[in-house]
């Protein structure tokens, strides 16, 4: 199986240095190139290590609770070989407690189970403030890369910031990031709101979405605490849609309006007054307000 495993690695990666071992690791780490590895493969056994690792922080009692009858025949048959099986349960987990709790054959039965090689390769790997950082990274980096308008992406903005802040950037550093983010996406989600909704007046709905996410983002800047430098900018993007919505609803000819039903034209002026909920409305979109009740007075 293992030779399999070493196979089909080498088929997988096309790198005929996988089988390097635990001594290939620890000189890499002292070399230059420690950031560029090879895939490793290292057998263990996962059982051996869990027994031999929980059990020495807990006492008989507690070790007979927590650990299964089948891990600890597995555990005895290895160490006892066929004596094992004339024990009865209670001296098969006093005997099992009785190894593992002894130093050194719990320190030679996590090297038997090839955990500490497994350590010492992950430590390699992902091991160190630096490392895990650069790997915290590059996924930030790469979950910014698949956002998209299909998604709850202020969310995911959210999430993005929170991760920046706890690996030690700035608010300002962090709120700049999402910020960016947000300045992408959002002309792409109302291109993309205006276009299905398009010349045919189908799936009004969707001219709700950028005013949500807008209205979203503005909680978010709160949250980051960069509303006051924002707002400006949020009233911008806020403006333009609800101008580039009434300009598509004047555009539509009064014998068309029969294709829309009152439904219809419920969810589309509900879209624009999702705006009406925040403060700054009035002072900004009053004369559009005053605008749509002239051309549509029912």
């Given at each position: 199986?293992?030779?399999?495993?070493?196979?089909?690695?080498?088929?997988?990666?096309?790198?005929?240095?996988?089988?390097?071992n635990?001594?290939?690791?620890?000189?890499?780490?002292?070399?230059?190139?420690?950031?560029?590895?090879?895939?490793?493969?290292?057998p263990?056994?996962?059982?051996?290590?869990?027994?031999?690792?929980?059990?020495?922080?807990?006492?008989?009692?507690?070790?007979k609770?927590?650990?299964?009858?089948?891990?600890v025949?597995?555990?005895?048959r290895d160490?006892?070989?066929?004596k094992?099986?004339?024990?009865?349960?209670?001296?098969?987990?006093?005997?099992?407690?009785?190894?593992?709790?002894?130093?050194?054959?719990?320190?030679d039965?996590?090297?038997?189970?090839?955990?500490?090689?497994f350590?010492?390769?992950?430590?390699?790997?992902?091991?160190?403030?630096?490392?895990?950082?650069?790997?915290?990274?590059?996924?930030?980096?790469?979950?910014?890369?698949?956002?998209?308008?299909?998604?709850?992406?202020?969310?995911?903005?959210?999430?993005?910031?929170?991760?920046?802040?706890?690996?030690?950037?700035?608010?300002?550093?962090?709120?700049?990031?999402a910020?960016?983010?947000?300045?992408?996406?959002?002309?792409?989600?109302?291109?993309?709101?205006?276009?299905?909704?398009?010349?045919?007046?189908?799936?009004?709905?969707?001219?709700?979405?950028p005013?949500?996410?807008?209205?979203?983002?503005?909680?978010?800047?709160?949250?980051?605490?960069?509303?006051?430098?924002?707002?400006?900018?949020?009233?911008?993007?806020?403006?333009?849609?609800?101008?580039?919505?009434?300009?598509?609803?004047?555009?539509?000819?009064?014998?068309?309006?029969p294709?829309?039903?009152?439904?219809?034209?419920?969810?589309?002026?509900?879209?624009?007054?999702?705006?009406?909920?925040?403060?700054?409305?009035?002072e900004?979109?009053?004369?559009?307000?005053?605008?749509?009740?002239?051309?549509?007075?029912?």
């Open positions: 199986l293992i030779d399999e495993a070493r196979s089909a690695l080498k088929r997988i990666f096309k790198n005929p240095l996988c089988a390097k635990l001594d290939d690791i620890s000189t890499a780490v002292q070399s230059t190139e420690s950031m560029h590895f090879s895939p490793y493969l290292i263990i056994s996962s059982i051996h290590a869990y027994i031999y690792r929980s059990a020495c922080k807990l006492d008989l009692e507690v070790f609770k927590k650990i299964d009858l089948h891990l025949d597995k555990l005895g160490i006892f070989g066929r094992w099986k004339n024990f009865d349960e209670s001296e098969k987990f006093e005997k099992a407690y009785k190894v593992v709790r002894d130093p050194k054959e719990s320190r039965g996590l090297e038997a189970s090839n955990f500490i090689q350590l010492a390769a992950l430590n390699f790997c992902v091991g160190g403030a630096v490392k895990q950082q650069m790997l915290i990274e590059q996924q930030i980096m790469f979950t910014a890369s698949k956002l998209s308008p299909t998604i709850d992406y202020v969310i995911e903005l959210k999430c993005l910031f929170n991760k920046c802040i706890k690996l030690g950037h700035s608010v300002e550093f962090s709120s700049c990031a910020d960016s983010e947000f300045q992408k996406l959002i002309p792409i989600s109302i291109d993309a709101a205006f276009i299905e909704f398009g010349t045919n007046l189908q799936n009004p709905q969707v001219l709700a979405k005013f949500d996410e807008i209205c979203e983002y503005l909680e978010l800047t709160q949250y980051m605490g960069t509303l006051k430098h924002k707002k400006l900018q949020l009233i911008g993007f806020a403006k333009g849609v609800v101008l580039r919505q009434i300009g598509t609803l004047l555009a539509i000819e009064p014998k068309d309006y294709r829309l039903t009152a439904f219809d034209w419920i969810i589309i002026f509900g879209s624009l007054l999702r705006m009406s909920r925040r403060p700054f409305f009035d900004h979109f009053g004369i559009a307000g005053l605008l749509l009740e002239k051309r549509f007075p029912e």
